[in-house]
């Protein structure tokens, strides 16, 4: 299994595979064909339906210039590699001189048809929670500790920086009123969440309001196509953050704490992006919120002591009570459902901390089982509802 550190990308948003791995893409094939001095992109699939709202087009046309580009939106060939998948053909004064398909996999990653260049290295021995969780039994290690032992060495100085700009997220997102850019006008939420909290302190529902208003927060930025960290990715962006500020906020972490709370958050990410998909194209916004909800549930077990057993069991519970979410962006825009999903799914996180806590001694369900699962649910999902934009709230909105 590789680097947790490769699950978290500083970048801006407003999505990991529509925008950052588009971008990237078309940063490689500029490098490729340096030679051409025009390229036609041709986007299917997702990429296809989508593409506008996600801004793919200009995420692409700017790392492509100064060179001219021409998009094109492909809604009729069927993807049969990956949803996300995009041709470059490189032209030299009307001439083809090279072509590349890209697929966008997921948190802004991307995989090159014919390259092998790029492959990071296999740094854990282990492929999943069970393996992990024996062990660390064996060896009488945490899941920090068992991260500590496998991890590259400068692994916490980057999760540092990661929480730096997770928090910079929460204050550009609390800071800004008005309306998010885009067509649809939705209202930013978040400075007012968190204001009627501070002014409120008797409120029942405060500590509520207050995780709310951090995960709006950063998905409102996200949206706005700020500066965000994929969790694991740019839609589901909000989650984690929200429960490591609350918790920061209402425990008063150290930075160390936040640190081994992000390493084990990452590592739940890597074991369901290695065995399934963190794609919202691929397998539904229950592969994005989903795990984000279980990284976020992990965290908060982290950051309470809790065993390894408890830790799986927040992040289990998290990951399948999220099976099923389907991916409808109205106008394929980063907006409806998704803004609010960050909000629910992370006071679900903690609720998963909550009950695994309390309900250890009855759980059936493995997190490896969970995360098999939700890749199958995935797979059968109607294609519809996979971040096409076609079924659910994006065909009915008006």
Not at 45 to 69: M, Q, V, Y
Not at 113 to 124: A, D, L, M, R, S
Not at 313 to 338: F, K, N, R
């Amino acid at each position: 299994m590789k680097s947790i550190c490769e699950i978290y990308k500083i970048g801006n948003g407003p999505s990991s595979s529509h925008t950052m791995g588009p971008q990237k893409a078309a940063l490689f094939v500029k490098n490729k064909f340096m030679g051409a001095d025009e390229f036609k992109v041709i986007l299917y699939g997702s990429l296809a339906f989508t593409g506008k709202g996600h801004l793919t087009d200009i995420a692409i046309s700017r790392a492509l210039e100064p060179l001219k580009s021409t998009i094109i939106y492909d809604t009729v060939t069927p993807c049969t590699i990956h949803p996300n998948t995009m041709d470059f053909i490189a032209y030299k004064e009307g001439k083809i001189v090279g072509n590349q398909r890209v697929y966008s996999i997921g948190g802004g990653e991307i995989r090159i048809e014919g390259e092998i260049q790029n492959i990071t290295p296999e740094i854990y021995p282990h492929n999943s929670f069970g393996e992990i969780a024996e062990y660390c039994k064996k060896n009488d290690l945490t899941l920090p500790k068992y991260i500590e032992k496998f991890e590259k060495p400068d692994y916490k100085k980057y999760l540092s920086e990661v929480w730096d700009a997770m928090e910079a997220a929460i204050r550009e997102g609390l800071s800004k009123s008005g309306d998010l850019p885009g067509p649809l006008k939705i209202r930013r939420n978040a400075r007012n969440l968190y204001y009627k909290r501070i002014l409120n302190e008797a409120a029942e529902i405060t500590e509520d309001r207050l995780v709310c208003a951090y995960a709006y927060a950063v998905a409102e930025t996200n949206a706005s196509s700020g500066t965000i960290v994929t969790a694991p990715t740019c839609g589901s962006s909000g989650v984690l953050p929200a429960v490591l500020k609350y918790s920061k906020t209402r425990n008063h972490l150290t930075k160390k704490e936040i640190i081994d709370a992000l390493a084990v958050a990452g590592l739940i990410g890597t074991i369901i992006k290695t065995n399934a998909s963190i794609s919202g194209a691929d397998c539904g916004c229950q592969a994005e919120i989903g795990s984000a909800c279980a990284m976020a549930a992990a965290a908060a077990a982290t950051i309470e002591n809790l065993g390894i057993d408890q830790t799986e069991y927040a992040a289990e519970i998290a990951l399948e009570h999220h099976l099923g979410l389907t991916c409808d962006p109205v106008m394929g825009i980063v907006q409806i459902p998704c803004i609010e999903r960050n909000a629910v799914a992370a006071m679900r996180a903690i609720n998963a901390k909550i009950l695994a806590s309390l309900l250890i001694g009855s759980r059936k369900i493995s997190l490896d089982m969970v995360i098999k699962t939700m890749y199958e649910t995935g797979k059968d999902i109607n294609i519809g509802y996979r971040e096409t934009g076609n079924s659910g709230l994006a065909k009915l909105y008006k």
